[in-house]
């Protein structure tokens, strides 16, 4: 089978840098995505790693190692509006399906 | 530009009631096409996903069926909906090519069945 492990929630101030870890089991893997679910909204696309090492876009920054089946997203100058779900998802199967961790809750405090 | 449309946005059904949910893609050719059910505070469970017309793949077993009946329409269906079936419903789409990275989301639809 395939699962992505999370933390459940993760909470740290405004300026702060925060880690959420992902790990994963999967077969036919092709790349760890993560995704930004704000309350009430759809997902939307932070990063994608298809190659071990680090992805930088702006404050975000995306990790992976495939020999240990691990990534992480690291953000950077934390700002109130980065109170959000994050999710990592890997792309696996013939179909390149899209399968989603349950999820970490980043809570930013002033 | 790509366009992905979901609607309703909200919907609110009887228990026992009939289900279905539409979802088009504008602007791109043979997507691959999901749907996800997310229940409150809880991660996006993958229900189905499509490479192709006709084509419907099932990850989970459930009250729910998906269709394809054009290259950028997916709907999904209940033929009698349960309380198990409210949540919120999103529909995805995705390059159907080896250079898929990224999947782009519908605006959802938050079903309370009653």
């Known amino acids: 089978g395939q699962s992505l492990e999370q933390p459940s929630e993760v909470t740290a101030v405004e300026g702060a840098i925060v880690q959420i870890n992902c790990t994963y089991q999967?077969?036919?893997?092709?790349?760890l995505s993560w995704y930004q679910q704000h309350d009430g909204g759809a997902p939307t696309f932070l990063s994608y790693?298809?190659?071990?090492g680090l992805e930088e876009t702006g404050r975000f920054s995306s990790f992976l190692s495939r020999s240990d089946s691990y990534g992480y997203l690291l953000l950077q100058e934390l700002q109130m509006k980065d109170s959000a779900s994050y999710f990592c998802a890997v792309f696996r199967g013939s179909a390149r399906q899209l399968t989603f961790g349950s999820g970490t809750q980043l809570t930013v405090l002033p | 530009s790509q366009t992905i449309h979901q609607w309703p946005a909200t919907l609110v059904q009887p228990v026992g009631s009939p289900l279905s949910l539409e979802c088009t893609v504008e602007g791109t050719s043979n997507p691959n096409l999901y749907w996800y059910r997310q229940a409150a505070g809880r991660g996006l469970q993958l229900l189905f996903y499509s490479v192709g017309i006709g084509q419907i793949s099932s990850e989970v077993p459930q009250n729910l069926s998906a269709s394809r009946p054009q290259d950028r329409q997916f709907i999904l269906s209940s033929k009698k909906l349960l309380l198990s079936d409210s949540g919120f419903y999103l529909c995805a789409w995705s390059a159907g090519t080896d250079l898929n990275t990224e999947a782009f989301f519908g605006q959802g639809t938050r079903l309370t069945v009653v």
């Open positions: 790693n298809a190659l071990d």
């Open positions: 999967t077969s036919g893997f092709y790349g």
